[in-house]
């Protein structure tokens, strides 16, 4: 590869904090809030103009979908994020607006309708964005938007801070403790940690999302009912026959037709609907042998991406009962990512922890039995949990740098658990917590005292056993 040599430069320090975050998505907005609440300064670093990550930038509400009467709720910030959004106005009811009682009465059996309300309810993307500011204003976190991290700033083997760029130039902040929550383990790279990265052709694929209006939702739900989804079209489950907003069909027809290539992915879950005739997140387009850390990959990705979703909505309007007079409302700002470098952490949670209601004395908090991946859809019905150890979001060789969200350390088939935003925020409310306490007993984050975090995160209101 052809170099150039840039010259030495001096890089200005424009902040000095306790706890940096670098990533404004679940893991991150959970990070900063839980180690702000513990009164250590704090500042939350975002490449775009606005945080909520994988919701509010590709569109993903169903920070819940998992939920099911029985499931055993993992508490914390992720729960926070749904109350204080529904409090806010910014949640929609999935099922609220169903009259069919047949459906009704289905749903349940399923036990997605308790007492006729839902278990769950889906964030609005866009007033998530809102929703996010006020959380982290009334918290005394410090944002910085429009701004990427580029380098750190370390000695001997002790992160001390991180290079960033953005319209102001080349910057410098430096930190006690750096919480990497980029989705993408961009920090713990770039400072030498330990990572692993699967082949192109083995990694999870990318999605690009989109919403439509226009729909008669009536004849929609209608059709909906006469050709239900159920999560075991597509892969392993523990009860295939569950309901599912897994729409197939018209997809099929236009491959059918030689409308959609034969190679082309579209199979889509559809989110809310409004009474406006909107469904706001049709999760259809996915595409596979795309690296996340390779930027030629990503705007590969974007760009097939929109095709595709051209493709997908002619397929809807055409072959849909309800959608002949829809048309695109939004496409995701940004792609859909799932899987990319991970830390080797102290410990790799496994898919036989997932599976087996794994426990752990250096619990940071609980997370439901779900696995989405991998031809795997595993929900939690049963209220069976697995505890998230401290070990996968600390890092090997580097002092003082945590890690959360997608990019913790585990292995494949655990990853499709760990990916979720409920564990994304888990990992990421143990991680602050986790910073907040060391700088207060004044150890690195590798000697702090577990049992003085976990009563931290029990007073936080995370359920730990």
Same mark, same amino acid.
């Given at each position: 590869?052809?170099?150039?040599?840039?010259?030495?430069?001096?890089?200005?320090?424009?902040?000095?904090?306790?706890?940096?975050? !670098?990533?404004?998505?679940?893991?991150?907005?959970?990070?900063?809030?839980?180690?702000?609440?513990?009164?250590?300064?704090?500042?939350?670093?975002?490449?775009?103009?606005?945080?909520?990550?994988?919701?509010?930038?590709?569109?993903?509400?169903?920070?819940?979908?998992?939920?099911?009467?029985?499931?055993?709720?993992?508490?914390?910030?992720?729960?926070?994020?749904?109350?204080?959004?529904?409090?806010?106005?910014?949640?929609?009811?999935?099922?609220?607006?169903?009259?069919?009682?047949?459906?009704?009465?289905?749903?349940?059996?399923?036990?997605?309708?308790?007492?006729?309300?839902?278990?769950?309810?889906?964030?609005?993307?866009?007033?998530?964005?809102?929703?996010?500011?006020?959380? !982290?204003?009334?918290?005394?976190?410090?944002?910085?938007?429009?701004?990427?991290?580029?380098? %750190?700033?370390?000695?001997?083997?002790?992160?001390?801070?991180?290079?960033?760029?953005?319209?102001?130039?080349?910057?410098?902040?430096?930190?006690?403790?750096?919480?990497?929550?980029?989705?993408?383990?961009?920090?713990?790279?770039?400072?030498?940690?330990?990572?692993?990265?699967?082949?192109?052709?083995?990694?999870?694929?990318?999605?690009?999302?989109?919403?439509?209006?226009?729909?008669?939702?009536?004849?929609?739900?209608?059709?909906?009912?006469?050709?239900?989804?159920?999560?075991?079209?597509?892969?392993?489950?523990?009860?295939?026959?569950?309901?599912?907003?897994?729409?197939?069909?018209?997809? =099929?027809?236009?491959?059918?037709?030689?409308?959609?290539?034969?190679?082309?992915?579209?199979?889509?879950?559809?989110?809310?609907?409004?009474?406006?005739?909107?469904?706001?997140?049709?999760?259809? %387009?996915?595409?596979?042998? !795309?690296?996340?850390?390779?930027?030629?990959?990503?705007?590969?990705?974007?760009?097939?991406?929109?095709?595709?979703?051209?493709?997908?909505?002619?397929?809807?309007?055409?072959?849909?009962?309800?959608?002949?007079?829809?048309?695109?409302?939004?496409?995701?700002?940004?792609?859909?990512?799932?899987?990319?470098?991970?830390?080797?952490?102290?410990?790799?949670?496994?898919?036989?922890?997932?599976?087996?209601?794994?426990?752990?004395?250096?619990?940071?908090?609980?997370?439901?039995?779900?696995?989405?991946?991998?031809?795997?859809?595993?929900?939690?019905?049963?209220?069976?949990?697995?505890?998230?150890?401290?070990?996968?979001?600390?890092?090997?060789?580097?002092?003082?740098?945590?890690?959360?969200?997608?990019?913790?350390?585990?292995?494949?088939?655990?990853?499709?658990?760990?990916?979720?935003?409920?564990?994304?925020?888990?990992?990421?409310?143990?991680?602050?917590?986790?910073?907040?306490?060391?700088?207060?007993?004044?150890?690195?984050?590798?000697?702090?005292?577990?049992?003085?975090? =976990?009563?931290?995160?029990?007073?936080?209101?995370?359920?730990?056993?």
């Amino acid at each position: 590869m052809n170099t150039i040599e840039e010259p030495v430069r001096k890089t200005p320090i424009i902040a000095e904090t306790d706890v940096l975050v !670098i990533g404004g998505g679940p893991a991150g907005l959970a990070a900063a809030l839980a180690a702000a609440r513990e009164n250590v300064d704090t500042i939350l670093l975002e490449r775009y103009g606005f945080f909520g990550g994988v919701i509010t930038q590709s569109m993903i509400g169903t920070i819940a979908w998992y939920r099911y009467a029985k499931t055993i709720e993992a508490s914390g910030i992720g729960v926070e994020f749904e109350e204080r959004a529904k409090n806010m106005g910014a949640t929609y009811n999935i099922f609220g607006d169903i009259k069919n009682e047949d459906m009704i009465k289905t749903l349940e059996e399923e036990e997605l309708l308790v007492d006729g309300e839902p278990t769950y309810e889906i964030l609005d993307t866009e007033k998530f964005k809102y929703v996010a500011d006020e959380m !982290i204003e009334e918290a005394n976190v410090t944002p910085l938007l429009h701004s990427y991290a580029v380098d %750190v700033v370390k000695e001997d083997n002790i992160i001390k801070g991180v290079i960033i760029e953005n319209k102001s130039g080349r910057q410098a902040i430096l930190a006690k403790r750096v919480i990497d929550a980029t989705g993408d383990a961009d920090i713990a790279y770039l400072a030498g940690a330990p990572c692993q990265k699967n082949l192109k052709k083995e990694l999870m694929e990318v999605t690009v999302n989109f919403g439509c209006s226009g729909i008669n939702i009536g004849k929609f739900l209608m059709y909906i009912y006469l050709n239900p989804g159920k999560i075991g079209d597509w892969g392993e489950a523990l009860d295939e026959s569950s309901f599912s907003t897994y729409l197939v069909e018209p997809f =099929q027809k236009a491959k059918e037709a030689g409308e959609i290539p034969e190679d082309v992915r579209i199979e889509s879950y559809w989110g809310n609907y409004t009474d406006a005739g909107e469904i706001t997140s049709f999760n259809a %387009v996915h595409m596979w042998d !795309i690296d996340c850390t390779d930027v030629w990959d990503l705007t590969k990705a974007e760009i097939e991406g929109r095709k595709r979703v051209m493709m997908a909505v002619d397929a809807l309007k055409k072959y849909t009962p309800g959608f002949k007079n829809a048309r695109l409302r939004t496409i995701g700002t940004s792609l859909g990512t799932r899987e990319s470098r991970k830390i080797l952490g102290t410990y790799t949670l496994t898919e036989e922890d997932v599976r087996n209601e794994a426990r752990f004395e250096d619990s940071i908090g609980i997370c439901p039995e779900f696995i989405d991946g991998y031809g795997i859809a595993i929900l939690p019905l049963t209220g069976r949990y697995f505890q998230v150890p401290y070990g996968i979001i600390l890092p090997k060789k580097v002092e003082n740098l945590l890690v959360a969200g997608r990019c913790v350390s585990s292995d494949k088939i655990a990853h499709a658990a760990t990916r979720q935003m409920v564990c994304c925020s888990i990992t990421g409310q143990g991680a602050g917590v986790t910073a907040a306490v060391s700088i207060k007993d004044k150890v690195i984050c590798r000697d702090v005292d577990i049992k003085e975090v =976990q009563n931290t995160l029990k007073n936080q209101g995370v359920r730990l056993d």
